[in-house]
């Protein structure tokens, strides 16, 4: 199987605070992770391309600073928003590759995590 | 510039009727994903294409993949209120995917 999971499912912070979202591949190994963001009734958008062990590839308008990424295990990977705001409200989906699989590039979808900055 | 356009973006259609979603992307690729979401929810897997004139179904959907013209399809047979969600398709390729920009669907009973 390709299973994945994110913690929190659901966060409310206050403006100004950090807030940290994990995701988990739960039986395989995932050397590449990614960390979409979903705006109400619009499409996905890739923020970044999280890589086991090296620097996270951030999309064209991703401000690095602001979402850290860190993937320090093959099973780990987290998303840091710092000094969230409430345009950082939206809904947060990480994906990873099972390389084992067949369909090799093929990315399968965590629950989501849908944050809340007041 | 990658993008990948759906039509329609709306569709409100009767049970029992049939209609196509479709989705042309800009650059060739040989894999094509389709996706249901639903309300509040992540992404649940339909459909993998990888290569030019795959053609694959399951229950009421079938979709197929044309890289010739960069356009795959998602058919509805026959369509029941349980299908209504919002439908994403996504271009693969070197690992990234672009997705489409969706189509929300509403079967009315």
């Known amino acids: 199987g390709a299973v994945v999971s994110q913690h929190p499912s659901r966060v409310i912070c206050k403006s100004g605070t950090s807030v940290k979202i994990e995701c988990r591949s739960l039986?395989?190994?995932?050397?590449?992770m990614f960390w979409y963001r979903q705006f109400p009734k619009q499409s996905l958008m890739l923020m970044a391309t999280?890589?086991?062990?090296?620097?996270?590839?951030?999309e064209q308008g991703v401000e690095k600073d602001k979402f850290l990424i860190n993937h320090a295990s093959l099973t780990l990977s987290t998303l840091t928003v710092t000094s969230a705001h409430p345009e950082d409200s939206s809904f947060y989906i990480c994906?990873?590759?099972?390389?084992?699989?067949?369909?090799?590039?093929?990315?399968?979808f965590g629950p989501g995590t849908r944050l809340l900055v007041l | 510039e990658l993008k990948v356009e759906q039509n329609p973006l709306f569709l409100s259609m009767q049970e029992g009727k049939n209609y196509t979603i479709y989705c042309n992307y800009s650059?060739?690729?040989?894999?094509l994903y389709w996706y249901r979401q639903d309300p509040g929810k992540s992404l649940e897997s339909l459909f993998v294409?990888?290569?030019?004139?795959a053609v694959k179904q399951e229950g009421r959907l079938m979709a197929s993949l044309d890289t010739k013209a960069r356009l795959s399809t998602l058919h509805i047979t026959a369509a029941v209120h349980d299908l209504s969600a919002t439908y994403f398709c996504?271009?693969?390729?070197?690992?990234?995917?672009?997705f489409g920009t969706g189509t929300r669907l509403k079967v009315l009973a």
């Open positions: 994906s990873a590759i099972n390389p084992g699989l067949a369909g090799k590039e093929t990315q399968y």
């Open positions: 039986d395989f190994q995932a050397t590449t």
């Open positions: 999280s890589n086991e062990g090296s620097k996270a590839t951030y």
């Open positions: 650059t060739t690729s040989d894999r």
């Open positions: 294409l990888l290569s030019n004139g």
């Open positions: 996504a271009r693969g390729g070197t690992y990234k995917y672009i």
